[in-house]
C-alpha cells in the first residue's frame, strides 16, 4: 500500500514540476529572455524523466519482503 502512496507522490511531483516549468518557460517567452526560456524547457525534461523512475526505487526493505 504504501509504494501506491509513493506512486501517487512522484505523480503529483511530475505535475507539479510540469506546471511550474510551463510557467516559467511562458515568462521567459513574454520577456523574451532566452535563459529564462532554457530553465523552463530543463524543469519539462526533468518532470519527463521523472516518467522513467523504476517503481522498485519507490519500494521500502518491508514492501520488497511482502
Not at 507522490?9 to 529564462?36: E, H, K, N, P
Not at 532554457?38 to 523512475?53: D, E, T, Y
Request: aromatic share 8%; net charge positive; hydrophobic share 50%.
Amino acid at each position: 500500500m504504501e509504494t501506491q502512496t509513493r506512486v501517487r507522490t512522484v505523480l503529483l511531483a511530475r505535475l507539479v514540476i510540469a506546471a511550474l516549468s510551463v510557467v516559467v518557460w511562458g515568462f521567459g517567452y513574454r520577456v523574451d529572455d532566452s535563459r529564462i526560456r532554457l530553465v523552463g524547457i530543463v524543469g519539462l525534461a526533468i518532470s519527463l524523466l521523472l516518467r522513467f523512475v523504476p517503481r522498485r526505487w519507490l519500494e521500502t526493505r518491508d514492501d520488497r519482503l511482502h
